[in-house]
């Protein structure tokens, strides 16, 4: 397979898409003067940790309500993957192995002591490891994105953006709903939410989800279905107001897997080629192992919110202990031979406090200021089993390697916004933050010590002490107009690859950071009707951590290095027209050049990849969306919704190997049905890649057969009905 930088579709389909785009919503903005009869519903964000309409917020925050998660039929982060100009979502085929890329910049989950660079956050606590992040999505108030680093107000680990999850709260009355669904590969979604009024001043909402579905892989060798889905959750949320100047809300939610999930398809077959092992197709869905894979994951957590309202202002306190535990095995070799077989427990507890003061605006100036602290233990082992069809020993041997982490962190932040006049504004926010990490270390190698030596227990530690500023000028000429130019400083603390430590090497890296230049303009136009956004924005990063999967002695390894230098730079665009109250179509293109500037002995054999794009980092992106509303009789409405995403070609690793990427890519998903009763009642048809394009998250070499090549592939075409009620 071979692919060059850009192909003649991907620049006739780009500059369409950027012509069509910026045209049409120009056009439509025109048109829609005429007509002020409808109302775009520009939604209210948290993204700036207060409550503000999105048009007010200067920075690059983009929005799903829960209107339209359900008109998507939302349930994983798989299916918002590319609804989000510059953000590209890979799940990948495992629970685990969650990449979030904003802007051309992620980092792999896989090596337990790499930091995010997309900070998560559910209900405003953050969640430190990705381990959590790609569980069913149910009961959501909204989904926000917010991109670029936000060191000031979120912290360290926001280098390339943040993503907040908000969940919904309980209703001022008592109420009830219900959904299933059911599909092809025997899935079958139920979830059930309800409200109960104890007092005027309590009440609460219980929500609980259940997902199954058959696998979308099959293990000739074995018969077991991989790729399957298996999980259940809960959530409770209480709140309560002992007095008109305080509301406490608590929080509690757990999630539970299951799973065959994580497959790997022969995308090449190396030294097998040519024998009776060899996978003849690599998109048949079909595996021959003698192991298959396996993941299981528990997580829960709770978490305590009081708000107290004073004149000026609200004081805050989040207070949140979240923990989780997983293992997963995979077979290394991809075949029936027993070979190499490895796997990785987690066991991960999570304290944190944040403190903060919002004040009220309206006034010459108002601010937030705040402090948090958090504290964490993660206890990992990775497992190695070494089969005797690796002709080394005559049974399997294992070799474990541990690495217990502790890391605690410190911060202060404060963000201020002055009003020069009604029109001119400035806002400046600070965040001071210190991290401290101690990781013990030990190995218990394989019998004679030719592929994994022992070594005996030791620690060691590492801080950092970073200051995050950002400055914004705003510019707000009318109500409807929003124009500003920000720059920012952000930063992803260092730490170990923990599964890379030698006796005379600590495996350390440092940290990186970011200066980020951004320009933006916000409007709505006809009334309301026509939503706008557009941004331009130039990133320069320094040591850029890397994390590669290397050979070491036969065993596969994390490592991360500091590149020396990468910028990214480029253009979104985000567009809503609310035709008339039945028909409204939304948009988005983004267009991004990401890049290692200089990246020399990027490898132990001394690979140059300086001028390399940034894996997993597309130059175009699309997304389009359309819903349509109209009264078929008394009482009753048909609805549809439709949507397509298109994401240009990829390369999955920074060596920028055209065998390990993925051309241009483009889904299209739809439901359509009747709602009744005031939208008391629904069903629905709905359909998730309808063209059933085939398509790969992830490409790789093996690491033990020589120049075997895998790959993991999307989600094929699914499809099947929903009926909903609300009581």
Not at 386 to 398: A, F, N
């Amino acid at each position: 397979m071979t692919m060059s930088r850009t192909t003649w579709k991907q620049e006739l389909i780009s500059t369409a898409a950027s012509a069509v785009l910026a045209a049409g919503l120009a056009t439509v903005a025109a048109q829609a003067q005429n007509d002020e009869t409808a109302s775009a519903d520009v939604i209210v964000v948290t993204a700036q940790r207060r409550e503000q309409s999105i048009l007010d917020v200067s920075a690059s925050v983009s929005a799903l309500g829960a209107a339209e998660l359900e008109e998507r039929g939302v349930e994983r982060l798989d299916d918002i993957a590319s609804v989000f100009p510059n953000v590209y979502i890979n799940t990948g085929n495992g629970l685990r192995s969650t990449i979030i890329t904003v802007r051309g910049i992620s980092s792999n989950p896989n090596n337990p002591g790499v930091e995010q660079s997309v900070g998560v956050f559910v209900d405003g606590v953050y969640q430190a490891r990705p381990t959590t992040i790609n569980t069913n999505l149910y009961d959501l108030e909204r989904v926000e994105v917010i991109r670029g680093p936000q060191g000031a107000l979120y912290g360290k680990n926001t280098i390339a953006g943040a993503l907040n999850m908000i969940t919904e709260g309980p209703g001022e009355e008592p109420g009830f709903e219900a959904v299933v669904s059911a599909g092809n590969y025997s899935a079958l979604s139920l979830y059930a939410a309800g409200d109960v009024i104890f007092t005027p001043d309590a009440r609460a909402r219980v929500s609980v989800s259940s997902q199954t579905r058959s696998g979308y892989t099959d293990n000739i060798f074995t018969g077991d279905e991989l790729d399957d889905q298996d999980e259940l959750g809960a959530r409770l949320t209480f709140v309560a107001n002992p007095s008109d100047t305080l509301q406490l809300t608590f929080r509690a939610d757990m999630a539970t897997n299951d799973t065959n999930g994580g497959s790997s398809e022969i995308l090449a077959n190396g030294a097998l080629a040519g024998t009776p092992l060899a996978d003849a197709d690599p998109e048949d869905r079909q595996v021959a192992q003698d192991f298959g894979t396996e993941q299981t994951r528990d997580v829960w957590g709770v978490s305590l919110q009081a708000d107290w309202d004073f004149d000026s202002g609200v004081l805050t306190s989040l207070t949140a202990f979240r923990t989780f535990e997983w293992y997963n095995s995979n077979d290394n070799d991809f075949s029936i031979l027993n070979q190499l077989r490895s796997g990785i427990s987690e066991d991960h507890e999570q304290f944190s406090q944040e403190i903060r003061f919002t004040s009220d605006t309206g006034g010459v100036f108002d601010y937030i200021v705040g402090g948090f602290f958090s504290h964490e233990t993660f206890d990992t082992i990775s497992n190695a089993v070494i089969g005797p069809d690796l002709g080394i020993y005559p049974t399997e041997v294992s070799a474990d390697i541990f690495g217990d982490l502790e890391t605690t962190s410190y911060a202060v932040f404060g963000q201020g916004t002055y009003h020069f006049s009604d029109a001119v504004s400035v806002t400046g926010a600070l965040r001071y933050s210190e991290d401290e990490k101690e990781v013990t270390h030990s190995q218990i190698g394989d019998p004679y010590q030719l592929l994994a030596p022992t070594q005996p227990e030791r620690s060691f530690s590492r801080s950092d002490a970073e200051v995050t500023p950002s400055i914004t000028l705003n510019w707000e000429p009318n109500a409807t107009w929003l124009v500003y130019a920000s720059y920012s400083r952000g930063y992803k603390s260092g730490g170990y690859n923990v599964f890379s430590i030698m006796p005379n090497d600590n495996a350390e890296y440092d940290p990186e950071f970011v200066n980020s230049y951004e320009a933006g303009v916000k409007t709505t136009l006809a009334g309301g009707a026509v939503y706008l956004a557009g941004s331009v924005f130039w990133l320069d990063y320094s040591d850029l951590q890397v994390n590669q999967l290397i050979n070491v002695g036969g065993v596969p390894t994390f490592t991360t290095s500091n590149a020396a230098t990468a910028e990214a730079s480029g253009i979104e665009l985000e567009g809503l027209w609310q035709v008339t109250g039945a028909l409204s179509f939304s948009g988005s293109y983004s267009f991004l050049d990401a890049s290692f500037e200089d990246f020399t002995n990027a490898t132990s054999a001394g690979a140059d990849y300086s001028g390399n794009d940034l894996p997993q980092a597309p130059d175009h992106t699309l997304s389009l969306a359309a819903d349509f509303t109209t009264p078929v009789a008394e009482g009753m409405e048909f609805v549809a919704h439709a949507d397509l995403s298109y994401r240009s070609s990829l390369f999955f690793g920074p060596e920028n190997n055209p065998d390990y990427s993925q051309d241009d890519v483009t889904l299209v998903n739809a439901r359509a049905g009747f709602t009744f009763q005031d939208n008391r009642w629904s069903v629905m048809l709905w359909g998730r890649n309808i063209g059933d394009e085939i398509y790969a998250v992830r490409r790789s070499a093996g690491v033990i057969i020589p120049g075997q090549q895998i790959q993991a592939l999307g989600a094929p075409q699914t499809w099947g009905v929903e009926l909903r009620g609300r009581f």
